[in-house]
């Protein structure tokens, strides 16, 4: 638990001081998620955006990818193990 708050803790720290890295593409989101533990990485990602916890951006012209803030992501992650570790 303490693990997960630090990490939320530096990706905020991130998207204050460094606006621009606060971005991730939905490739490297999925492996975020994976890399953090998270089963089934694309479903949670879309159950995830339809809740509302965490937004995609899309920055640009038209055909540009879709970005996801990292922060959002880690705070959906603080989030999953805090349910996870109450019930």
Do not use: W
Not at 10 to 33: C, G, M, N, T, Y
Not at 73 to 80: D, K, P
């Amino acid at each position: 638990m303490i693990e997960s708050c630090c990490a939320l803790g530096a990706a905020k720290i991130q998207s204050v001081h460094f606006p621009e890295e606060d971005k991730a593409s939905k490739s490297e989101a999925i492996r975020f998620l994976r890399r953090n533990g998270v089963k089934y990485p694309t479903k949670v990602l879309k159950d995830l955006e339809d809740r509302g916890l965490i937004h995609r951006h899309k920055r640009g012209t038209r055909n540009e990818k879709l970005n996801y803030s990292i922060y959002e992501l880690q705070n959906a992650i603080t989030c999953i193990k805090f349910k996870s570790f109450i019930f």
